[in-house]
């Protein structure tokens, strides 16, 4: 395979059977339930990376079935998404992700940098009661309650909030070890059709957990829940931050003294 084949087809890892396809990614009957609470303003300032913004000490805790997604399959996610502001307009800063499929953990890591890790979450009715949990291995780390459908919510607002700007931090390690990306990606959803939309009596419980801190964002009080189902088409980012570009070449300068000091020695 010569240079200009390898360029030209390159595409994701690994280059000749990739772990997901090129987009776009549309998204059918994908049903969310959110649920938003008060937690404690000095973490959040402590999580949230500049020049994103916390508005206010609150975090959304998700949990998305997704039983019809292009190029992705059959999969479900679980995660905290925190309320920010970039340059004065509001959007939202997804703090942790955590699913139970390859294709969009290595999609969403190496595209625009979700962070994503491996594990088991499931939403489900049962009986009365719209049920989140999400266990990492045999631990259960999060569970959340609804009444299912109590109230209606209005469709186009909701659908409204979901255009807002989604911001990721994206990295990705130099063969060395060192970061060569690490940006601030930002993306919207777009075509979206919600199909219904409802709130209704919440509770939400976060578990300590070595490998899944979502714990550390605690919960103080259950301002809100929802849950929506909706059609959407993630869209592709793009970067708005390079936090390396200002002291890139100096730390490729050292990286590179580093290494001609050990084929030296």
Known sequence: MNHETVRTTAFAMPLTSPAFPPGPYRFINREYFIIQYRT??????????????????????????MPDSTGFGDYTE??????????GKSGSFTHQMFLND??????????????KKLAQPKLEVEIDTLVGSLNYGSVRIATGTMGYKHRALDTTAEAKKLTAPNFLLKII???????????????????????GAWTGPAALDLYSHALAPVAELPVLQVLSAKHILADLTLGLG?????????????????SSEILIDASAS
């Open 78 to 87: 679980s995660g905290q998404v925190i309320p920010v502001s970039y340059q």
């Open 102 to 115: 390859h294709p969009p953990i290595a999609g969403g890591r190496e595209l625009w940098g979700f962070p």
């Open 173 to 195: 390690p130099h063969v060395d070890g060192t970061p060569r990306i690490c940006e601030l990606v930002r993306y919207h959803l777009e075509d979206i059709n919600v199909k």
């Open 40 to 65: 404690d303003p000095e973490v959040l300032r402590r999580i949230v990376p500049a020049p994103l913004e916390v508005t206010e000490p609150v975090v959304n805790y998700e949990f998305i079935r």
């Open 238 to 254: 793009t970067v708005v931050h390079d936090y390396l570009a200002s002291g890139e070449a100096t730390h490729r300068r050292r």
